[in-house]
């Protein structure tokens, strides 16, 4: 029986959400939760605070996480997992909810599987990348900040009649990049799912030039190209003046959409439920815009995604 459980987080909008969802959830079944600061380092460290609905009060709208987070290097090693297991053993947690990306979920899979803790997942990641999953936590907050961002770099490309090249995260994934791209308007997209022709790029900027056409956005996903290289090179080859926008760490933070936040409450309730239940080693997801729980060794697993379709609507429309 579950009678307290930890919680650990990664860091993106709509984690504050998800977890005010879960130790609501909880309170309604007399369930105790603590809070794990600063990730699994907290875990290794026995850094937890109580927390109850007092105190997750007002943050359903804070971007980040209230629990702050880390990425834990010391956790790959078996002496830190073990003192990690022994912060469980000595806080009499009966198990865990992780909300967080590949690495946070991971981590909760070694867990259950290696030392046989209780756990339930939350799919929290900008890259929308987690198998299995339509839509990860954070990933709508993520293209409204970097949309927002890249209306203002138009106006601008506009009024100054400038190529702008816009570089958005996605080390591994173009999520945001086709996302924002297709919903701002943009001529082209570099992702890491494809290749990309430079040459034919500035062909079609040159060609659109000499049609009168006086401004042009390029998005580039960070893992595929750097903006800097991209608009060096568009200048070489067209001759004509190029300007570079790296939105960076902005795309992780900001206010979460309203729709992150309906997600976060479905799926921070969804979570306690399963974890209740006796289910383990799962990630409670949305898909096919129903609540569903995956083995967290199907959600770990790499993600292809097919961002071809949408490109060709960007290209016929640009």
């Keep these: 029986m579950i009678k307290r459980f930890g919680v650990i987080t990664r860091d993106c909008a709509g984690i504050n959400a998800a977890l005010r969802a879960v130790v609501r959830t909880a309170a309604t079944h007399q369930v105790e939760v603590f809070g794990v600061i600063r990730g699994y380092d907290g875990l290794i460290d026995g850094n937890l605070r109580p927390l109850d609905r007092r105190s997750v009060s007002g943050i359903i709208n804070l971007g980040g996480t209230i629990l702050k987070s880390a990425r834990s290097e010391r956790f790959l090693t078996e002496e830190n997992q073990l003192q990690a297991i022994k912060t469980i053993e000595e806080n009499k947690l ?3 909810i992780v ?8 981590g909760a899979h070694l867990l259950a599987t290696k030392y046989g803790v209780k756990v339930i997942g939350i799919p929290a990641t900008i890259d929308n990348d987690v198998n299995m999953v339509d839509q990860c936590l954070g990933a709508d907050t993520a293209v409204n900040v970097a949309l927002d961002a890249l209306d203002k770099i138009r106006d601008t490309a506009t009024s100054l009649e400038r190529i702008f090249v816009v570089e958005v995260m996605g080390r591994d994934c173009g999520y945001i990049a086709m996302k924002v791209s297709l919903a701002g308007g943009c001529e082209d997209v570099i992702l890491p ?9 500035c062909r079609e900027i040159e060609a659109g030039n ?3 056409k006086v401004s042009w956005i390029v998005i580039v996903a960070e893992g595929k190209a750097k903006a800097q290289d991209v608009a060096t090179a568009i200048t070489l080859l067209t001759g004509l003046e190029t300007r570079i926008a790296v939105l960076g760490h902005i795309q992780r933070g900001g206010r979460p959409t309203a729709v992150d936040r309906i997600l976060a409450a479905k799926l921070g ?28 060794e199907t959600a770990i697993k790499p993600k292809k995604l097919i961002f071809e379709p949408e490109y060709r609507l960007l290209k016929i429309l640009s």
Excluded at 193 to 201: G, K, M, S, T, V
């Design 99 to 106: 909300i967080g990306g590949n690495g946070s979920l991971t």
């Design 94 to 96: 009966d198990g865990l």
């Design 210 to 212: 000499a049609q009168g």
């Design 193 to 201: 799912e494809q290749d990309f022709d430079l040459n034919e790029i």
């Design 269 to 296: 309730n969804a979570a306690v439920e399963a974890l209740l239940s006796g289910e383990t080693d799962k990630c409670v997801a949305l898909k096919d815009e129903k609540i569903e729980l995956i083995p967290l």
